[in-house]
């Protein structure tokens, strides 16, 4: 798997997932994070990366999302900001 099609994965189970539980996204996402590590060397690119965990985190848990203004669908909004910078910074392949 390529890193944009990681990026886009991401994208794609933030968008189909409702906020709630979520075990299996957020592992899935962490091991994206992960990959993407290794390939992004940018250093706002690297912060968006543990953005995007941390807003995952938030966004898969029972009640946490709840605690933001706009919920679950402002997390969302802020994780998929995250890897746009994050998309935007990988190398062209």
Request: charged letters at 30%; proline letters at 2%.
């Amino acid at each position: 798997m390529t890193s944009q099609e990681r990026v886009k994965d991401i994208e794609r189970l933030v968008n189909r997932s409702s906020p709630g539980a979520n075990d299996s996204a957020l592992r899935t996402i962490g091991d994206h994070v992960f990959a993407l590590r290794s390939v992004v060397t940018d250093r706002f690119a690297r912060g968006k990366l543990a953005d995007i965990e941390r807003w995952s985190e938030i966004y898969f848990s029972h009640r946490k999302h709840q605690k933001h203004a706009g919920g679950g669908e402002q997390v969302a909004v802020w994780i998929l900001a995250a890897c746009r910078a994050v998309a935007d910074a990988l190398p062209e392949t």
